[in-house]
């Protein structure tokens, strides 16, 4: 970095704008580019918490339905009927999958009842994994940006400080006026990436537990769902 061209980017520190698009506009290219990311990773952030909770909420919703219409003693067969063309959440696509695996063993030519127990469960697990899958989706860039948003904010705060130090060096001038400008502007790149840090942090935890209880819940109803085909197919084996 030439010290003639760092000296010309004193000279304006001495009537610096410190509000916060001022030391934005002031900061070095690297740090800009350093602030730009962290802003764009916070609003990703928000755009995918704003998008998770309502996709939770909206599950929790319908899997209280689902299993308060399960419990009523509806049909098993009308229960499958309403939801066979689309199930709209979790549990009901646990429910399909497994009542699909049940109709074909016993709908086809030859009735197969020698491991469709096994079946069965190897279907609601498979369809327990794939909805869990959906669930965790882009919840690793929340902890990206969590674990990695103050290390990208205190990269740019340290090369704010370097670029500040180098100004002072080459102007000779040590005073408050000088120096304040250049330290706030680096220290504002640590700020953003707190900002766009620690929401990221807290709602992936949050979701993190969220996709664990209903996981359990899938498991739960999976186990007693379970339990009612094998007694049912105990009552029709030959």
């Given at each position: 970095m030439n010290p003639a061209d760092v000296a010309q980017s004193a000279l304006p520190l001495t009537s610096s704008d410190l509000s916060?698009?001022?030391?934005?506009?002031?900061a070095h290219w690297i740090v800009k580019g350093v602030m730009l990311g962290l802003l764009v990773a916070s609003v990703w952030v928000w755009a995918i918490v704003i998008d998770k909770f309502f996709l939770f909420t909206r599950s929790n919703r319908a899997m209280n339905r689902f299993e308060q219409a399960f419990w009523s003693g509806q049909s098993l067969e009308e229960l499958y009927r309403s939801l066979s063309s689309k199930p709209t959440h979790?549990?009901?696509?646990?429910?399909?999958a497994a009542m699909r695996e049940w109709k074909r063993s016993f709908e086809g030519q030859s009735r197969s009842f020698a491991g469709l127990q096994m079946r069965i469960e190897k279907v609601m697990d498979v369809t327990i994994a794939r909805e869990i899958e959906r669930?965790?989706?882009?919840?690793?860039?929340?902890?990206?940006?969590g674990s990695a948003g103050p290390f990208i904010g205190l990269f740019g705060t340290v090369w704010g400080i370097m670029t500040s130090f180098q100004s002072i060096a080459a102007s000779k001038n040590t005073s408050l006026a000088v120096?304040?400008?250049?330290?706030a502007e680096a220290l504002f790149a640590t700020a953003i990436g707190l900002v766009a840090a620690i929401p990221a942090t807290i709602f992936y935890n949050k979701f993190v537990s969220d996709v664990n209880k209903q996981a359990?819940?899938?498991?739960?109803?999976?186990?007693?769902?379970?339990?009612?085909?094998?007694?049912?197919?105990?009552?029709?084996?030959?």
């Open positions: 916060l698009f001022g030391l934005f506009w002031q979790s549990m009901a696509a646990l429910f399909v669930l965790e989706r882009r919840l690793l860039v929340l902890a990206t940006v120096v304040a400008p250049g330290i359990q819940r899938l498991e739960g109803f999976a186990d007693e769902f379970s339990a009612i085909l094998s007694r049912q197919i105990d009552e029709r084996a030959p």
